[in-house]
């Protein structure tokens, strides 16, 4: 199977996505969504990658519910794909248009407390975010203070998508980067950026293309599974507070944020502390995980053992 940087686009020509960005203007979202459903009957028989891989999320995610005395969840490949399609469709709307007015409820705790904190006081803050839900609705979310985001993005592997959001975004809010691009002057500018009070936000569950072997091995879900070095690197480099952070699709237009501070010594504990915050939010959502390639390559489940 593929590594994560290693798969293309699908059904992601400049063509299909206006004409999916016109239906969606005249007919709204949820007709979209309607329509996306018979799309995906078509598509599903044919991302054999797509459909190995969420087979394989589904039995380890079984694995570890049973191991911890859990219910299981029933996952299709199928069911697991159109999420992910819909996901795109929120994409969409959170940053192109103000036709569909999303929804926020914020998970509160210490940890969002702290987050909160660093944004009364304009304290710039780096954010952890990952493939679990939509972060990108966070656009649309009105709790940040109006502060700018400053997200790293690779760039390459989408670029259809990445140019059609960048023609019809709205959201003047965020500013995206290509992490390809990634060297000490970005890092100044980033630093500066956190010194002025913004939000700097990249990808933790995710592998670098150009530095594939710079991992740390921890348990997610029960399996050991890689998670970059650079990207907790890059953040404690910064010398600014540290929080994970996802958007989970809780109902129809409606999403959950939650925080989790990261304030570990070390890099592996920080990546241990990410990963268990992931792997809670993943056990209560678990169609929202969309890394549809071999994640748990590097260890097979634990329970299972």
Request: overall charge positive; proline content about 3%; some cysteine.
């Amino acid at each position: 199977m593929n590594k994560w940087y290693q798969i293309r686009e699908q059904s992601a020509g400049n063509f299909r996505l206006e004409l999916l960005w016109i239906v969606y203007k005249i007919f709204g979202i949820r007709f979209l969504k309607f329509i996306l459903w018979f799309v995906c009957l078509f598509i599903v028989p044919f991302a054999k990658p797509a459909r190995e891989a969420s087979k394989k999320y589904s039995k380890i995610l079984n694995a570890y519910q049973r191991a911890h005395g859990m219910k299981e969840t029933s996952i299709s490949a199928f069911s697991h794909i159109y999420n992910f399609a819909c996901s795109i469709l929120d994409k969409m709307s959170a940053n192109s248009d103000k036709k569909t007015k999303i929804k926020f409820a914020v998970h509160k705790n210490t940890d969002w407390d702290a987050f909160q904190s660093c944004l009364n006081d304009n304290q710039g803050t780096f954010l952890i975010c990952s493939h679990l839900g939509n972060i990108e609705a966070l656009s649309a979310f009105s709790g940040g203070k109006n502060k700018h985001m400053h997200a790293f993005m690779q760039i390459s592997q989408n670029a259809t998508f990445h140019k059609f959001m960048t023609r019809h975004n709205v959201a003047n809010n965020t500013t995206i980067y290509p992490t390809e691009d990634i060297n000490i002057g970005v890092a100044s500018t980033m630093y500066d950026f956190l010194q002025k009070g913004d939000l700097v936000m990249m990808a933790g569950d995710r592998t670098s293309p150009n530095a594939p072997s710079r991992y740390e091995t921890v348990p997610f879900l029960g399996a050991d599974c890689r998670f970059p070095i650079g990207t907790f690197k890059f953040a404690k480099s910064m010398s600014h507070p540290i929080f994970a952070i996802c958007v989970m699709n809780v109902a129809h237009e409606k999403y959950g944020v939650y925080v989790k501070k990261l304030d570990a010594q070390t890099i592996k504990e920080t990546i241990i502390q990410y990963a268990t915050f992931l792997e809670k939010l993943t056990v209560k959502y678990p169609k929202q995980w969309f890394n549809f390639f071999d994640f748990f390559e590097s260890g097979t489940n634990q329970a299972e053992n």
